[in-house]
């Protein structure tokens, strides 16, 4: 296979069939040996992680097809890792979607003096930020992002809605097994000029919090599946 892309969790591979496999590996985004679905860097590896996630993708996006949210999931192979997507354009060179249910993080880094860790956020705020470890994943607007020729404002506005519906459903998810859901982030591209879900729904991309202690990525995925 062609590989097409090597990402910072997983790399990416052309198929004959004129589909992508994607092969899930078990870095995480993290620092100083701690794991943060806000950081733009690997900072740990942690055996086993890739298949978790994997697990984890497929729960979701099996989820989202009953829900009638199209995505780019065909199939997966949890033994080995894989998971068959259809072909899809990124927007740019990459952009990161990030739904906050509750402000921390790197949030709070940019505007604590306005805000207290751990403030609800009504009804989620969605905000972009471009794929770019250089620049620190700057954040974007959606104007910005018309501006820059990225994607069209109707374009965002149907990625926003997509990612609203998406985070509740899996929110949803969560709080039914006790767990609490404070911010995830997506990644989507366009397939045929719809703005479909792509990449992954998967532990390491979100903060989870269960009796006000955050729950470690192994875990949660343990949590997910082990119901």
Avoid at 60 to 82: C, M, P, Q, R
Avoid at 93 to 121: K, N
Wanted: hydrophobic residues 40%; charged residues 25%.
């Amino acid at each position: 296979m062609e590989k097409l892309y090597e990402g910072k969790t997983k790399n990416v591979f052309k198929l004959e069939n004129g589909n992508v496999l994607l092969k899930f590996k078990d870095d995480c985004t993290g620092k100083d040996g701690v794991f943060d679905p806000g950081e733009n860097s690997v900072g740990l590896t942690i055996e086993g992680i890739g298949k978790a996630n994997l697990q984890t993708s497929i729960h979701y996006f099996e989820l989202l097809k009953e829900a009638g949210i199209k995505t780019h999931y065909v199939s997966a192979n949890v033994d080995e890792a894989t998971m068959e997507v259809l072909p899809a354009t990124v927007f740019g060179h990459g952009l990161e979607v990030i739904c906050r249910l509750v402000a921390t993080g790197s949030f709070i880094r940019r505007y604590g003096e306005y805000i207290e860790d751990g403030t609800v956020l009504e009804g989620g705020y969605v905000e972009c930020t471009f794929k770019n470890d250089a620049l620190g994943d700057p954040l974007v607007t959606s104007e910005g992002l018309a501006a820059l020729g990225v994607m069209s404002e109707e374009m965002f506005a149907s990625m926003k809605e997509q990612t609203l519906k998406i985070t509740k459903i899996v929110a949803d998810d969560l709080k039914s097994i006790g767990l609490d859901l404070w911010d995830i982030k997506f990644e989507f591209g366009y397939n045929n000029n719809e703005v479909i879900l792509i990449d992954e729904i998967a532990s390491g991309n979100m903060r989870v919090y269960k009796d006000g202690k955050i729950v470690d990525p192994v875990e949660l995925t343990k949590l997910i599946l082990n119901r």
